[in-house]
């Protein structure tokens, strides 16, 4: 098949090229490189059946040429990171909700089945046990630019739903819940990689708050194999679904598991919420997927323990 993965210069994009690359398919990768990196495809890069086009989803012409005579699309750009979102609100929103519109409008031109990421943001405060696709959705105020990630998923969650809907080009909506894995990087907040790499350097592991509230972290390795049986698989057209992974820690226990595995000496520095990302901030106390549909689905269950997660990490940035 001809595939085109929009972000697939990124961290989940340029896993989920390799492994399309790996079955023989033909991929156009559109990056615009601002979070996303040459070096994650450059391996990519000599084959024939690669084409890259360094350009914005925010671009229609280039978004609809990039879409010609594609079977498949996996929408994958996009704005992330806490600290991108609230460093550039304005962009971050043009970004996730015009490109997302450019890119499932091109699909649906094109007659293209395709799935969009989405993110556990969407259920917002929700902390309920074991979030369902179904769960409510539990939002701060719209005056905070915090919120307006969660707000423009949500939003491309029904651009990508009502448009296929519409034309009866099938879709399916990916629902990542803290994926981790090499090539991410801690640059944009995600803290896996930002531990890591401080404790690899002997500084001090910034926990934000008092370290209490909890996450449930997924492997890059489990998720990508899903994100493609997904997209073939009737029965998951037209809703979302969750992936991650299934073992539960607060963020202090990160530190303190991630400090273990290094081997580090670092310490922990507890940061206010206010110092890391200004006044107002409001975090997620808990967020942990229930993956039954995904189970049902597709058979998925995540391998990839907390401890086999945090060890990839080490070894890419090691290397
Ligand atoms: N976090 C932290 N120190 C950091 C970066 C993040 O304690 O240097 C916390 C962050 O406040 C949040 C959790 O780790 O409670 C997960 O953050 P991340 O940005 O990776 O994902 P998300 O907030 O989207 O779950």
């Known amino acids: ?43 990519l890069l ?29 929408h994958l750009a996009a704005a992330v990171g806490v600290n991108n979102i609230v460093d550039h609100p304005l962009r971050s929103l043009r970004i996730n909700l015009h490109g997302t519109e450019n890119v499932v409008q091109a699909a649906v031109r094109h007659g293209a089945r395709y799935a969009i990421a989405s993110t556990s943001e969407v259920y917002g405060k929700n902390d309920a046990d074991r979030l369902d696709e179904n769960a409510d959705r539990i939002l701060g105020s719209p005056l905070k630019s915090r919120w307006s990630y969660a707000a423009a998923k949500g939003l491309d969650e029904l651009i990508a739903t009502e448009n296929s809907r519409a034309t009866g080009v099938p879709c399916v909506i990916l629902r990542f819940f803290n994926v981790v894995g090499p090539r991410q990087t801690g640059q944009y907040g995600m803290v896996v990689p930002r531990f890591v790499a401080q404790a690899l350097a002997g500084e001090p592991i910034t926990v ?5 509230q909890r996450r449930c972290f997924g492997s890059v390795h489990d998720v990508i194999p899903a994100m493609t049986a997904l997209l073939d698989t009737p029965e998951a057209f037209g809703t979302a679904v969750n992936l991650g992974g299934q073992e539960e820690t607060s963020i202090l226990g990160l530190a303190e598991r991630i400090r273990e595995l290094t081997g580090s000496a670092a310490g922990i ?7 890391a990302y200004g006044p107002g901030f409001e975090d997620m106390r808990r967020r942990m997927p229930d993956l039954t549909l995904a189970g049902r689905l597709i058979g998925y269950r995540p391998q990839y323990r907390l401890d086999d997660i945090i060890k990839t990490v080490i070894d890419d940035q090691a290397r």
Request: net charge negative; charged share 20%.
């Open 269 to 275: 520095r507890l940061v206010p919420y206010q110092e």
């Open 46 to 74: 000599p084959s024939r059946a690669v084409r890259f086009v360094p350009g914005s989803i925010l671009d229609p012409a280039t978004v609809d040429e990039c879409t010609r005579g594609v079977d498949l699309v996996f």
């Open 1 to 43: 098949m001809k595939i085109l993965v929009t972000g697939g210069a990124g961290f989940i994009g340029s896993h989920l090229c390799d492994h399309l690359a790996g079955l023989g398919h033909e991929l156009v990768i559109l990056d615009d490189l601002s979070t996303g990196a040459l070096a994650n495809i450059r391996h």
């Open 208 to 212: 934000h708050g008092d370290g209490t």
